[in-house]
Nanobody, 115 residues
Framework: QVQLVESGGGLVQPGGSLRLSCAASGSISNIYIWAWYRQAPGKQRELVAD???????NYADSVKGRFTISRDNAKNTVYLQMNQLNPADPAVYYC?????????WGQGTQVTFSL
């Protein structure tokens, strides 16, 4: 079992930045991919970015050049740096990892534009 705890969401102004964190605990060996997904109201959950055990990264076209996924192996934590936030970005952001045949999900962290 892997437990994931996301943090870093909150209110942000359009054009602003946020950094999300996802800390993993439990049986974390053999995780081979970490990913961030997001789900906005009325929309399907979509992949935002992922990073493999080897460090290869992949991004949704909508976030390329604005978001950066990274991982701190010593802290068992993956980050999502989000810059130049635009109206398509507010959503609940979920962290997920794949370990063998299993996928584990965090509880999500909300990103909202401030008025």
């Amino acid at each position: 079992q892997v437990q994931l705890v996301e943090s870093g969401g909150g209110l942000v102004q359009p054009g602003g930045s946020l950094r999300l964190s996802c800390a993993a605990s439990g049986s974390i060996s053999n995780i081979y991919i970490w990913a961030w997904y997001r789900q906005a109201p009325g929309k399907q959950r979509e992949l935002v970015a992922d990073i493999t055990r080897g460090g290869s990264t992949n991004y949704a076209d909508s976030v390329k050049g604005r978001f950066t996924i990274s991982r701190d192996n010593a802290k068992n934590t993956v980050y999502l740096q989000m810059n130049q936030l635009n109206p398509a970005d507010p959503a609940v952001y979920y962290c997920t990892v794949r370990q063998g045949a299993y996928a584990y999900w965090g509880q999500g962290t909300q990103v909202t534009f401030s008025l």
